[in-house]
Each structure stands twice: as structure tokens, then as C-alpha cells.
């Protein structure tokens, strides 16, 4: 098993654009959960899914979107880029019991 | 509120000397947490979690709800050590985890 896949890696948008960003947890995890990570702070949670449901949001505006498909792969949705939203996002997927299992990340750089 | 402090951004010890990350949390309920390290190059990955009462490579953590702490701590540290150390809270029964702010580890030869 590859482990938590994203992608792309990296992409640069400019302010005012929107952006998808993918994730396919391991084999056989039904949550999947992402989180932004600013240079210089920990990763901060923005959603969880689990068995295709929203299960938990954190405290980021209505830009921020996502989903989880029939096969537990999910898509993080982010419109209307601003600057601030520059970071690391990470997908980590999991049995749904605390113990993460994270991707490499997609790293945005928003101009 | 629900918080995790990490007071520390950059910790340096020499190699064989003692290794404490501080951790502190703020949370009414019963909680679970977790030590998560990144590996230069390498992924965030889980180090240890408080339930198991494991020691993984050298690394212990003991929860003291009376002082609300997590500290990870190794008796010998080893240049294999160096990474970032994040301290986690699970509030729920869910994967929204909140990470401190994490620690440096630099190990000196």
C-alpha cells in the first residue's frame, strides 16, 4: 500500500481562483480528514468525513468545501482564494480513531 | 477552550543527554493524546498515544491531569531523534485532532 496519496504536490494560484485538491486514504480507512498547516504552526483541522458524511468542521469560512466519494477518496474545495489561504494542506485518513495516517500534503501558494 | 501549548519552538541536546518535549492541555473532559513526529523529509506520523503506554524508540509520555500535561521524554537522545514533535488532543470520539504548535529537536553530536 502507497499510503495517504494527494494531489498535485504543489500549484500556485492566483487571489480570486478556486482550487480542488484529492486525497486516497490507505485501503480499507472510511475517514478521511484534512488540515492546514501554516509555516511555523501545527496542522489546524478543517474537515472530517466519515462513511461519506461530514462528521466534524473546524473554524474556516464557507470557502472552504468538501466531500468523500463511495470509494473513500475526497476532495477539498476552497473558492474565491485569498493569501492568507497560502499553506500546506494535509489529508489523513484513519479507522476513525484518533490515530492519523497522513499524506505528503499539497502545498498552495496563493499569489 | 479546547488547547494544546507546545512552549518550546526549538529544543537542542546533546546526544546521550536527557530529552523532555513539554506539552500542556486545556480541556474539561477526559482526554486522548498524542505524540505525532515529522522525520526531515519524511511524512507526520504518529509517535505514541497516551492509552497505549508504549515506549517507542526510547520515548515515553505520562498524561497528569493534575498539571494537564503530556511531556514526551528520552533518557539518551540519538541523532536519529532530530525532528519536529507535534503534541495532539482528541477531544471526541473523531479524528478532529488539535495539534500544538510543535517543537524543533535538534540533536548536537
Known amino acids: 500500500d502507497a499510503g495517504v496519496t494527494q494531489s498535485p504536490t504543489h500549484l500556485i494560484k492566483t487571489r480570486g481562483q478556486h482550487v480542488t485538491l484529492r486525497c486516497s486514504p490507505i485501503?480499507?480507512?472510511?475517514?478521511v480528514s484534512w488540515y492546514q498547516q501554516v509555516l511555523g504552526q501545527g496542522p489546524q483541522f478543517i474537515f472530517q468525513y466519515y462513511e461519506k458524511e461530514e462528521r466534524g468542521r473546524g473554524n474556516f469560512p464557507d470557502r472552504f468545501s468538501a466531500r468523500q466519494f463511495p470509494n473513500y477518496s475526497s476532495e477539498l474545495n476552497v473558492n474565491a482564494l485569498l493569501l492568507g489561504d497560502s499553506a500546506l494542506y494535509l489529508c489523513?485518513?484513519?479507522f476513525g480513531t484518533g490515530e492519523l495516517f497522513f499524506g505528503e500534503g499539497s502545498r498552495l501558494t496563493v499569489l | 477552550a479546547q488547547r494544546v501549548t507546545q512552549p518550546e519552538k526549538l529544543l537542542s541536546v546533546f546526544k546521550g543527554a536527557p530529552v523532555e518535549l513539554k506539552c500542556n492541555y486545556s480541556?474539561?473532559?477526559?482526554?486522548?493524546l498524542f505524540w505525532y513526529v515529522q522525520y526531515s523529509r519524511q511524512r507526520l506520523q504518529l509517535l505514541l498515544r497516551?492509552?497505549s503506554r508504549e515506549s517507542i524508540k526510547g520515548f515515553t509520555a505520562d498524561l497528569n491531569k493534575g498539571e494537564t500535561s503530556f511531556h514526551l521524554k528520552k533518557p539518551f537522545a540519538q541523532e536519529e531523534d532530530s525532528a519536529m514533535y507535534y503534541c495532539a488532543l482528541v477531544p471526541g470520539r473523531d479524528d478532529k485532532i488539535i495539534f500544538g504548535k510543535g517543537t524543533r529537536l535538534h540533536i548536537l553530536p
Open positions: 485501503s480499507g480507512h472510511k475517514s
Open positions: 489523513a485518513s484513519s
Open positions: 497516551h492509552i
Open positions: 480541556y474539561s473532559g477526559s482526554p486522548e
